[in-house]
């Protein structure tokens, strides 16, 4: 039985699979072999680089394409000799020996890369290993190279330059093509020097890379087509709400969509009784436990938000505000990490992520603030949301300055504590939903919180004060009442956060209940 895959390539015989070689412009990537070309291809972790580097080694080693000898090393073990660029060269020469050999049953590099290292010196060694790699055998040699990013420093400056420094001599005396694949373009390497004492640009030290690739998400196709290899093995189905709420909150993130199914279908003792369908709440359930469990892709993915570079990307995104502090660079770089979309608007890039950074950034207040559910549930087990917003009011006044000077993200402080507050919901088995964005004024979050066999859904809109107070309460009814509707939402509550500290609590907190569009709002001055 085949299974969802979670970790390492895609291995067709063993996991559910989209073929890695039909998510590419396999045409273009073979013009680029056969061309002589010297390319990048980078995504996000997790995303299905390696298999698709090792589909495509194997399509080139199967003779249809070409007579092509290709080899696929990964130089990782290169990082932990860090700037001892001997070591790392020793461990990136034997690895690329060591796949030749299993690849190709040529053992040529095996004895030959101790006497390049040895007459050449580790700045050289990699360049004289492979030229005399591609002159003993007639056929074209492609070497596709996995997380260079991974290494550091001067060795990372090192196997650019011997790369670059034998590519006038291609194809007989060098690799005919050269794959770079990691998480970022090499152009957007900084990569310091010890040696040289400063800063070199990857561009410039690989300028002779011709093109970029970037290696996109599962199409909304495609996670259909994952999901139906289950349904045939099996005969368990997924409804098509299912199927509609795995795109909707992954957006296609292979390791998301994976990682989900894995869990309804393969993990949860429900799921694994193969008569019953998957149904949508088993996906959220499911991605709730993902969360919760801190696993290694969101929480590596988490770990990223202490950068400065991702904070001033992402710190405008959760308060909705308009100033930009962030540069291209920083814009490039946490679209690299797949935090970010990769298409305008500037947005988080699916739901899971969005759910995991408030909750990610606010842990440690959470775990301040565990109380016993039962104070805001009404005897009939419904959600008293106005007692929970009005004893939040209370601690806001209270506690908020000295919260908010914990928080890394400060401008976006008061929606994250107001969450913080929140998450207990989560915790007494209902769910938020958070929409939150750059120029948007405003952070949308949806309660939906399970009574008998239905849900109850409330909508709380967060608004910090901008110009006059009527103003901007005008503006949150309106855009309240709206989000109320689309969500199918029973009440809704307006928060104005009011950070001008040159006033007292007396003028800034306030409950009234207004009207709007049909609907009475909650609104709350903090």
């Known amino acids: 039985m085949r299974f969802f895959n979670t970790t390492g390539p895609v291995r067709p015989q063993k996991h559910y699979s989209i073929p890695p070689l039909a998510r590419i412009d396999l045409e273009d990537v073979l013009d680029l072999v056969r061309s002589e070309r010297y390319f990048v291809l980078h995504a996000p972790r997790q995303t299905g680089k390696t298999s698709t580097l090792l589909a ?52 040529f590099l095996e ?16 360049r004289h290993a492979l030229t005399r790699w591609a002159e003993d055998d007639s056929r074209p040699l492609v070497l596709l190279i996995d997380e260079i990013d991974a290494l550091v420093g001067d060795t990372l400056l ?10 006038d001599r291609r194809p007989e005396g060098f690799p005919q ?109 499911a991605e709730e436990v993902l969360i919760a469990r801190r696993e290694t892709h969101l929480d590596q993915l988490a770990d990223k938000l202490r950068e400065d570079r ?3 990307v992402v710190e405008p995104l959760l308060s909705g505000g308009d100033e930009r502090t962030f540069s291209a660079r920083d814009l490039e770089y946490v679209r690299d990490l797949g935090l970010v979309a990769s298409d305008d608007p500037l947005r988080i890039a699916n739901p899971v992520y969005a759910e995991v950074v ?11 603030l565990v109380e016993d559910t039962a104070w805001y549930v009404d005897v009939g087990g419904g959600l008293d949301l106005v007692k929970l917003l009005s004893a939040f009011q209370a601690f806001f006044r209270e506690h908020s300055e000295h919260w908010m000077a914990r928080f890394d993200y400060r401008e976006a402080g008061p929606q994250l504590l107001l969450q913080a507050f929140l998450q207990r919901i989560v915790n007494g088995g209902g ?26 859904r409330f909508v709380i809109e967060c608004k910090i004060l901008h110009r006059s107070l009527e103003r901007t309460i005008g503006d949150g009814l309106e855009q309240t009442v709206g989000y109320m509707d689309r969500c199918g939402a029973e009440a809704g509550h307006l928060v104005i956060f009011d950070r001008d500290e040159g006033k007292s609590w007396e003028e800034k907190l306030f409950r009234r209940v207004e009207s709007a569009g049909g609907a009475e709002v909650h609104v709350w001055g903090m």
């Not at 004895?111 to 060694?125: C, D, N, Y």
């Open 158 to 167: 090192s196997v650019l330059r011997q790369l670059r420094a034998g590519y």
């Open 111 to 126: 004895g030959m890369w101790p006497v390049a290292l040895e007459r050449s010196g580790p700045v050289g060694a990699l």
């Open 177 to 285: 093509s050269v794959v770079l694949c990691g998480v970022r373009d090499v152009r957007d390497y900084r990569i310091h020097s010890n040696l040289e004492q400063t800063v070199v640009a990857g561009g410039s030290a690989f300028n002779v890379k011709a093109r970029s690739l970037r290696l996109g998400d599962f199409s909304r196709g495609d996670v259909s087509d994952l999901l139906a290899q289950h349904t045939r093995e099996t005969g368990q189905e997924f409804s098509p709400q299912a199927v509609e709420t795995i795109w909707m909150r992954t957006r296609g993130q292979p390791w998301l969509v994976n990682a989900l199914a894995d869990e309804t279908c393969f993990r949860r003792e429900s799921g694994r009784d193969r008569s019953r369908a998957i149904d949508a709440d088993d996906v959220r359930d």
């Open 358 to 368: 408030p909750r990610e950034l606010t842990c440690a207040a959470q775990a301040g």
């Open 56 to 107: 495509l080694r194997d399509l080139l080693n199967s003779g249809s394409e070409g007579d092509f000898r290709c080899v696929y090393a990964n130089v990782e073990a290169g990082q932990a000799a860090r700037e001892d660029l001997e070591q790392a060269m020793r461990a990136i020469l034997d690895e690329i020996a060591s796949r030749a050999r299993s690849t190709l049953g040529d053992a």
């Open 310 to 312: 991702v904070r001033r």
């Open 431 to 456: 769910r938020i939903e958070r929409e939150y964005g750059l120029g948007r004024r405003r952070t949308d979050l949806l309660v939906v919180w399970p009574q008998g066999a239905h849900a109850r």
